[in-house]
C-alpha cells in the first residue's frame, strides 16, 4: 500500500501505511477547496511510532552501519529526484506555492540528502595518548529516537533538514508532519519509503495536531527534538520537555532586517527586497520583513517599493503568471490582517495597504495583498512581532551606528541582510549584527555545508554544516589504563 489510499493521506509506521477512523479533510489554499482526506494520527499510534523507533535503534544495527546509513541517505537523494514533478505539483496545491517556488523546494532536497550521505562516512571521534601508558578516546554516539516536528511553509524541506542529519548520525525518527499539508507528507514519506536498503521502523511519519504530537515532547524515549516553528511555540514545548532534561534543536521566528546603506545598489537591492518579503507570501522565517534605509535614499526607495508592491500579482500555481501564492488558510489571512490594523491604530504610515484580495477571480483562496508601512516608532508592534505574511516595514535611519541599533533592537537574530558598495561597511556592519546570518548584498542564500541557525529567541543550536549533526550525538569518554601483566 503507498501513502494514499484512494485520496486519503496515510500515516508511516514500522514500514506500514496505517488509516485511521478518523479522517479529517485537506483544502486547497488557493481556492479553499477540499481536495482530499488524511488519516488522523492519534496519540495511540504516535506512541507506536515511538516504540517501533526506540526497538528498531536498540536492535537492529542502523545506529553501527555508517556503510548503510550512507547508502540509504543517496538512495533517498535518488527517489525524490524521481519523483519530483510529482512531488512540486503536489506542494504547490497542498501548500499554495507557486510553481517556481515549489520548484526551488523540492530542488534543494537531493543535494542536502547526498551531503549527509556523505558526512555519515566522515563523522569521527578522537584519541590521545595519556601519562602512564594509559589511552583516551572520544566516541560520538546517536543518542536514541529523534522526535522531529516540521511546519506548514515548506514541509519537505525542512523535514529533510532535521531528518538528513539525524539519521546521517544514526538516530531513528519520528516525523511529526503538520495537519495542513498532510496530502505533500504522505507523498513525500511514499517517496523516501522506496529508498534502497532502508530497514523497517527507522522513519515513521505521521499526520497529527499538537495534541497528538506532545508525545513526542513527553515520551522518555525521544531524548531530542528537532523544531521548526514560531518562537512561542517553542518556549512552550522546551517548558514541557524541561521536566526530563529533553534536548531541544530549535529553529524559530525570525524579523529580518534589510539594511540599505547610502551606496547600495538599488537596482539589485529592491528587487531583492520585495522578492523578500513576497517569496511563500511571507510564510518564512527568513521573510525580510523589514527596510532599513538611509535617509539619503529614503525617497527613492519609498517610491519604487510602493510601485513594486502595488504590482505585484497574487494567485494561485495553476497560473503561470502569479506572482505570489496564498498563505496557508483564511485564519491566517484574518491574523496578518488583524497585526496591521493594529500598526496603522499605532500610528503607522500606509504606503500599500494590500490586506485580503478583493480580486473575484480569488474568491475562496486565502490571499492576502502586499502591504508596505512606513513606521517611526521601533517599539511599535508590526516591528516587534513576527507577522509571518506579506507585510513590509521601513524605516528611516541617518547613521550606520542607528541602522545597527534598530537591526539589534528585537527579540529574534535569525538572520539580516546588508547592502552596501562600500568595500568595509558591509563587513564592518555584520559582525555588530546580533543574528545568526548576514547575508551581504543578497538575501536567503542557503548552503548545505555553513550553519544556519538563530541569535536571541530565534532558536538554539543549528541545522546545516557539520554543527547540525551534535543535536543527535553524545560524546562518550573512554578511558584505557596500561594492561596487567
Not at 367 to 394: A, H, M, N, R
Request: proline share 5%; glycine share 8%; charged share 25%.
Amino acid at each position: 500500500m503507498r501513502g494514499r489510499k484512494s485520496n486519503v493521506a496515510l500515516n508511516w509506521v514500522g514500514g506500514e501505511w496505517i488509516d485511521s477512523a478518523d479522517h479529517r479533510p485537506v483544502f486547497d489554499p488557493a481556492t479553499g477547496k477540499e481536495i482530499g482526506t488524511y488519516a488522523h494520527a492519534d496519540a495511540e499510534l504516535v506512541e507506536r511510532a515511538v516504540d517501533t523507533a526506540d526497538q528498531t535503534f536498540r536492535e537492529s544495527d542502523w545506529r553501527h552501519d555508517r556503510q548503510l546509513r550512507s547508502k540509504v541517505l543517496n538512495s533517498m537523494a535518488d527517489c525524490v529526484e524521481q519523483r519530483q514533478k510529482d512531488l512540486i505539483e503536489l506542494l504547490a496545491l497542498n501548500n499554495g506555492k507557486i510553481t517556481p517556488e515549489a520548484t526551488f523546494e523540492v530542488s534543494m532536497v537531493p543535494s542536502k540528502l547526498r551531503w549527509w550521505a556523505a558526512m555519515a562516512l566522515t563523522e569521527q571521534g578522537r584519541a590521545s595518548a595519556m601519562p602512564g601508558q594509559r589511552t583516551s578516546i572520544v566516541v560520538r554516539e546517536p543518542v536514541g529516537v529523534a522526535g522531529i516536528i516540521v511546519p506548514f511553509n515548506s514541509p519537505v524541506i525542512l523535514a529533510v533538514r532535521s531528518l538528513a542529519p539525524a539519521l546521517a548520525a544514526g538516530t531513528t525518527a519520528v516525523v511529526k508532519f503538520p495537519e495542513e499539508t498532510a496530502l505533500i507528507n504522505s507523498l513525500f514519506a511514499e517517496v523516501i519509503s522506496e529508498s534502497v536498503g532502508l530497514p523497517a521502523g527507522v522513519i515513521s511519519a505521521v499526520n497529527t495536531d499538537r495534541e497528538a504530537g506532545a508525545v513526542l515532547i513527553e515520551s522518555p524515549k525521544v531524548p531530542v527534538i528537532s523544531f521548526t516553528g514560531s518562537t512561542a511555540t517553542g518556549r512552550r514545548i522546551s517548558e514541557q520537555g524541561a521536566g526530563r532534561l529533553k534536548r531541544f534543536g530549535l529553529e524559530l521566528g525570525g524579523k529580518t532586517p534589510m539594511i540599505l546603506c547610502e551606496s547600495a545598489d538599488l537596482d539589485q537591492a529592491l528587487p531583492t527586497a520585495q522578492k523578500a518579503i513576497t517569496v511563500f507570501a511571507g510564510q518564512f522565517c527568513m521573510a525580510g520583513s523589514r527596510l532599513l534605509v538611509h535617509r539619503s535614499i529614503a525617497d527613492k526607495v519609498r517610491k519604487e517599493m510602493t510601485a513594486r508592491l502595488s504590482s505585484v500579482k497574487a494567485g494561485p500555481a495553476s497560473d503561470p503568471t502569479s506572482e505570489m501564492g496564498p498563505l496557508i488558510n483564511e485564519s491566517n489571512v484574518e491574523r496578518v490582517n488583524a497585526a496591521v490594523e493594529r500598526a496603522i491604530e499605532e500610528g503607522a504610515k500606509v504606503l500599500v495597504r494590500g490586506g485580503p484580495s478583493q480580486d473575484p477571480r480569488l474568491a475562496g483562496g486565502a490571499f492576502y495583498e502586499p502591504t508596505l508601512l512606513e513606521v517611526s516608532d521601533q517599539s511599535s508592534s508590526i516591528v516587534q512581532k513576527e507577522t509571518f505574511g506579506p507585510v513590509l516595514t521601513l524605516q528611516v535611519f541617518d547613521t550606520e551606528k542607528e541602522a545597527i541599533a534598530m537591526a539589534n533592537d528585537s527579540e529574534y537574530g535569525l538572520s539580516a541582510s546588508v547592502w552596501s558598495r562600500d568595500v568595509d561597511q558591509p563587513m564592518r556592519i555584520a559582525h555588530q549584527l546580533e543574528s545568526g546570518t548576514v547575508w551581504i548584498n543578497d538575501w536567503a542564500v542557503v548552503y548545505d555545508g555553513f550553519e544556519e541557525g538563530g541569535y536571541k529567541q530565534s532558536g538554539a543550536g543549528r541545522l546545516n554544516g557539520t554543527s547540525a549533526m551534535d543535536d543527535f550525538l553524545e560524546f562518550k569518554h573512554i578511558a584505557m589504563g596500561p594492561s596487567a601483566h
